[in-house]
């Protein structure tokens, strides 16, 4: 119990070397900044992870059936899926390419058909749509909001769509833009237009077929399980993918942006423990003569050794401590902040027409905070061993013998 009391008069106790109680300072702080930084980067990290996948989610369901040549069998295909454990809703939807003709403006576009009645229970698409939504029927189109704004086009006007079918085959189907959807992704909103399923089997001669059934299941994160089963289950000629699948390339980037982030921002606090270690090394060497009467009257060198090595804790405990508060705090506030400073500087921080968010996302995950803090004490702890160590091996007669 000695042990404990000691580190905490060494903690608060006044230093006879003014430095010694600088450089202690300095690595709490630069301690807590560490932990501060990599919580308030992480959560802001989380928040455009979500904010991505839920537009990708958004747009196009959690798990697709297609099939070479469309399926005939739509209705027997979607209360087959349907009656799956993990699988809420499904949804026919038919897909094709066509060359979007407005005024003298030839632009390719993916036109996607839905039954909206179904759509809204797996997709996003009709609240992107809005009103719009409402209007969709025979003749009548929804275009992307960025199409409309690149073409200059306005609810109410008529585009052509030409299909062309082979050389001698193109069919040119008219349709008056009824509204615009707005997904917050400019790859999907600058080359979808949106029609009601039976216009688009018309358009792409399907008869009665659809290109594919889209589903929303419980857990969108369980995607890839739901899918695996399904490919198993439905076999050929069926294929079956994910959203994870739709976007890879982009779901993985940022797996792998978090984790760089996070390996470059534990860096500083790595550096902040070298700083404690240094702090408690000119401890030790202040703190020589006490350590060698405590050893001239029985003190082993294990107690010292816990002396010092609760010393670290102590500090790195504050600082951790301190650094956590910070980052929740400013990660909470961080649009605030934000605001605060574009006025000041008067520069856009986070400019909504590149970002298509009204505010910074920010998603605080209770396991990140956790992670940040674990990894914050076990380096402290580290970082106080050698110290500790030293002090525990220093002679009691050395030690006195030239105070």
Known sequence: MWTFFLSIKYLFSGRKERMISLTGGISVLGLALGVASLIVVLSIMNGFDSEIR??????????????????????????????????????????????????????????????????????DVITYSGEAASKLGSGTI???????????????????????????????????????FTSGRYDYDSNIGIVDIGTAQKMF?????????????????RANAVRDA?????????????WMDLDRNLVMALAMEKKIMFIILTIIILVACFNIASSLIMTVMEKTRDIGILKAIGANSRGIK????????FIGALGTAVGAFLGVYISRRVNVIAGYIE???????????????????????????????????ALTLAAGMYPAWKAARLDPVEAIRYE
């Open 205 to 221: 001669r399907m008869k009665d077929a659809i290109t594919g059934v889209g589903m929303k299941i419980e857990d969108g994160m």
């Open 306 to 313: 816990i002396v010092f090595v609760t010393l670290g804790v």
């Open 54 to 123: 839920e537009k990708i989610i958004g747009t196009y369901s959690h798990v697709m059936v297609t099939a070479d040549g469309g399926i005939y069998n739509s209705d027997g295909l979607v209360s087959r899926l349907e009656a799956e454990p993990e699988i809420v809703s499904a949804a026919p939807f038919v897909t094709g390419q066509a060359v979007l003709r407005a005024r003298d403006t030839l632009t390719g576009i993916i036109v996607k058909g839905i039954d909206p009645d179904k759509e809204i229970a797996v997709t």
């Open 343 to 377: 006025n000041v500087t008067g520069v856009t921080l986070f400019p909504g027409d590149v970002y298509y968010f009204t505010e910074i996302p920010v998603k605080i995950c209770r396991s990140d905070v956790i992670t940040v803090v674990a990894v914050a004490a």
């Open 142 to 180: 929804v275009l992307g909001g960025e199409l409309m704004k690149n073409e200059r086009l306005f609810p109410g006007e008529t585009v052509e769509l030409v299909l062309p079918y082979s050389v001698l085959d193109v069919e040119k189907v008219k349709l008056e833009v009824v509204g615009s």
């Open 230 to 242: 399904l490919r198993a289950d439905l076999g050929y000629p069926y294929a079956v993918r994910s």
